[in-house]
């Protein structure tokens, strides 16, 4: 039989376990978002970490509310958690490739903006470099967008960056 104090225990710990997620969210957001910026990435890119931040922040508090409340087990909660993360890596697997590839490119150097590139015969200068793609200004004129898992494949030539690299990598 429930008690009140039991009761009062039950939401204090429901309380204090969703105030601990969210900031904790708050936290990894905030680094993840500052090392996004340092990256230059775009407002929209940031608002989109803020919001899956924010989702499994949402899903972890309510996982546990069920948990806390008797209705879920934790292997249930386990079980279905996996899933979740199963299917959305398979989904999000080229977008998280590019992302990863986006910021591969950016630390080493090889491409920043107004860099003369050639990437499977288009030559021109790059416009944008984003986490997933970056954009290419070709000489005739038109813009050819070119996934960064792509082009960290290669062959990518970069026409003014050989002197910038050669310094870095110290390479003739």
């Given at each position: 039989?429930?008690?009140?104090?039991?009761?009062?225990?039950t939401l204090a710990g429901i309380v204090t376990l969703a105030v601990g997620i969210f900031v904790a969210e708050e936290v990894l957001s905030f680094v993840i978002r500052r090392a996004a910026r340092t990256a230059r990435a775009g407002p929209t890119v940031?608002?989109?970490?803020?919001?899956?931040?924010?989702?499994?922040?949402?899903?972890?508090?309510?996982?546990?509310?069920?948990?806390?409340?008797?209705l879920s087990?934790?292997?249930t909660t386990l079980t279905i958690s996996g899933i979740?993360?199963?299917?959305a890596s398979l989904a999000l697997q080229t977008t998280l490739s590019n992302v990863i590839s986006g910021l591969l490119l950016f630390s080493d150097g090889v491409l920043r903006l107004g860099d003369t590139v050639e990437y499977s015969s288009t030559r021109g200068k790059v416009v944008r470099i984003g986490l997933?793609?970056?954009w290419i200004k070709a000489e005739a004129g038109h813009l050819v967008v070119v996934s960064n898992s792509s082009l960290s494949g290669g062959p990518l030539i970069n026409h003014t960056a050989t002197?910038?690299?050669?310094?870095?990598?110290?390479?003739e």
């Open positions: 039989m429930a008690t009140p104090l039991m009761d009062l225990n940031l608002r989109d970490i803020k919001a899956a931040s924010r989702v499994v922040a949402l899903v972890l508090i309510l996982s546990n509310i069920l948990s806390l409340a008797g087990s934790l292997f979740l993360a199963v299917a997933r793609n970056t002197d910038r690299l050669s310094k870095k990598y110290a390479f």
